[in-house]
Nanobody, 125 residues
């Protein structure tokens, strides 16, 4: 059984930064594609970023966060990160980390088998 726990969310002013973390247990973490998704009130869950397995060289971002967010992983610690800079009010959402179902998991939520419980990010002055 895979267990994912996100932390690091909170309240931040527009233009500020936050770093989200996700700790994984139950699988050989390095073998799996990992993703970040978010869900704002009244909206569907949407893709934010993904990182490939092993070295994590292969990353992809939603257009809305490209250039502001950076996804990374530390396989030795079973940790996934999302560095968020230049935050905007539109970034307000619950953020989820997810473990991919296969090596080609991409931007679709259905391509991820396990999810954390989420961490709230609120961008407001």
């Amino acid at each position: 059984q895979v267990h994912l726990v996100e932390f690091g969310g909170g309240l931040v002013q527009p233009g500020g930064s936050l770093r989200l973390s996700c700790v994984a247990s139950g699988r050989t973490f390095s073998r799996y594609v990992m993703g970040w998704f978010r869900q704002a009130p009244g909206k569907e869950r949407e893709f934010v970023a993904r990182i490939g397995s092993w070295s994590g060289d292969n990353t992809k971002y939603a257009d809305s966060v490209k250039g502001r967010f950076t996804v990374s992983r530390d396989n030795a610690k079973n940790m996934l990160y999302l560095q968020m800079n230049s935050l905007k009010s539109d970034d307000t959402a619950i953020y989820y980390c997810a473990l991919g179902s296969s090596w080609f998991a991409d931007i679709g939520p259905y391509q991820y088998a396990y999810w954390g419980q989420g961490t709230q990010v609120t961008v407001s002055s």
